[in-house]
């Protein structure tokens, strides 16, 4: 069974380019994101590693830390840290854990239990270690996407997505389909009418159980 939305992330500790971290501690107090990858030195993941570090001022806009993952091991993601920098133009300070005996791939549930890395593996054998989570300060799972090798990720809807979630936490609230930051957003249908008044002003009623408004 693989983590699903509210469960706990495992508490591991993992080694990375940038040395040894627990995953508890490493997440403390902020939201995080974790993004898993097949192998090294492949063309999609290192356009994706590069759009990730791209990112670094948004992601620290939002509280949050990244953490990329790849079965390969730490010297590895050091040199390739270099093709990410060319390719994506931009230093990815974040670290890579290097998951070479597939703990944490098996403990988040992406790989199946007993699968072993053969020599001379190629990304198919680890092809499933595509998938992107967003952890919440409380150490739980929030969102997860999966991609196949062959399409990469958007990171702009990564962003999308936090943002949703940090809004929906922080304000009581839910998003509707393609919200973005300052869109009009969904009161709950537990909150009644004169709650929502109360909390929000005026609001604008579309069906009795969908009721929009702005922050």
Wanted: glycine fraction near 8%; hydrophobic fraction near 40%.
């Amino acid at each position: 069974m693989g983590l699903r939305i509210n469960d706990t992330i495992p508490d591991l500790t993992v080694e990375t380019d940038q040395g040894t971290i627990s995953l508890h501690d490493w997440v403390g107090d902020s939201w995080a994101i974790l993004f898993s990858h097949p192998k090294d030195f492949t063309p999609v993941c290192t356009t994706e590693f590069g759009a990730v570090a791209q990112l670094a001022d948004e992601w620290a806009k939002r509280g949050t830390k990244v953490i990329g993952v790849s079965v390969d091991g730490v010297e590895d993601h050091k040199k390739w840290k270099n093709d990410i920098q060319t390719a994506g133009g931009a230093d990815p300070t974040f670290p890579i854990i290097a998951d070479e005996d597939l703990k944490v791939s098996k403990a988040f549930d992406m790989l199946p239990a007993d699968k072993v890395l053969p020599e001379g593996r190629t990304p198919v054998d680890t092809q499933t270690v595509r998938v992107v989570y967003i952890i919440g300060p409380d150490k739980q799972v929030k969102l997860t996407m999966t991609y196949p090798m062959n399409v990469g990720r958007n990171f702009a809807e990564v962003l999308r997505a936090l943002d949703g979630l940090q809004t929906a936490a922080g304000q009581g609230v839910a998003t509707p389909a393609n919200w973005n930051v300052g869109d009009d957003v969904v009161i709950p249908v537990a909150v009644s009418d004169e709650a929502a008044k109360e909390k929000f002003g005026d609001f604008r009623t579309v069906l009795p159980y969908l009721r929009m408004t702005k922050l």
